[in-house]
């Protein structure tokens, strides 16, 4: 079946600008996160949807960053006033979501780019 | 303050060899740790898991071994194949956000 897929595959953008990067989780997965990895770190935690309950947005590193869900499917990153320090590959995972952290299936990433 | 961490950015092993990762970690709420393998411009697949309530898990050419009083893992692969070239993350939960190393590059030399 189709995995997780993240759009647009890289996104160049000049500083100042917003920016909405999406993705489409695996079918009936309830549980979806977002991640970023900047250059030669580990992933780092960024939101987590599961269900109909209110978003887990403890990682969200500033009020700059938001993250939807419509319709407990399709999920919608956005970065406002984007600065170079956004620079980074943004990861969209979704689960199961039968309780816990564990298996989690990745997009391959956007790769955004802040000039 | 990394609360995982994979000490070794790099890491070569001839094909058919043993590759060893490893993976340490600081808070002791961790109870359940995962191995993720990434290709370039893929997303990472998951591995094999373990709970901290085992202290080994096997999974074909792949075991993971758990030592919770070192707050140690590590990642065996035997016997490694050229396929296995690829960046290896561990991560560690305790009912909370997934934490990750920064990873591991292996490379796998025929």
């Known amino acids: 079946g189709a995995g997780v897929s993240q759009s647009p595959s890289n996104k160049v953008t000049e500083k100042g600008k917003d920016v909405e990067l999406r993705c489409d989780p695996i079918?009936?997965?309830?549980?979806l996160y977002w991640y970023r990895q900047s250059l030669g770190q580990g992933l780092e935690f960024l939101i987590y949807?599961?269900?109909?309950?209110?978003?887990?947005k403890s990682g969200l590193p500033s009020d700059r960053f938001s993250a939807e869900r419509t319709g407990g499917s399709v999920s919608t990153l956005t970065i406002q006033r984007t600065q170079q320090e956004d620079s980074a590959v943004y990861l969209c995972?979704?689960?199961?979501?039968?309780?816990?952290?564990?298996?989690?299936?990745f997009g391959p990433g956007t790769r955004l780019t802040v000039t | 303050d990394q609360q995982v961490k994979q000490n070794s950015p790099s890491l070569s092993v001839q094909e058919g060899r043993i590759s060893i990762l490893n993976c340490d970690y600081t808070?002791?709420?961790?109870?359940?740790f995962l191995w993720y393998k990434k290709y370039p411009a893929e997303g990472p697949t998951f591995l094999i898991s373990?709970?901290?309530?085992?202290d080994k898990n096997e999974d074909g050419r792949f075991t993971v071994f758990l030592n919770k009083s070192a707050k140690h893992l590590s990642l065996h692969i035997v016997p490694s194949q050229p396929g296995d070239s690829a960046v290896y993350f561990c991560?560690?939960?305790?009912?909370?956000?997934?934490?990750f190393g920064k990873g591991t590059r292996l490379s796998v030399i025929a």
């Open positions: 995972a979704s689960s199961l979501g039968q309780g816990g952290w564990g298996e989690q299936y």
């Open positions: 373990i709970s901290s309530i085992k």
């Open positions: 808070n002791s709420m961790f109870d359940y």
């Open positions: 949807f599961q269900g109909n309950s209110a978003p887990d």
């Open positions: 991560a560690a939960t305790g009912n909370t956000p997934l934490v």
């Open positions: 079918s009936g997965h309830t549980a």
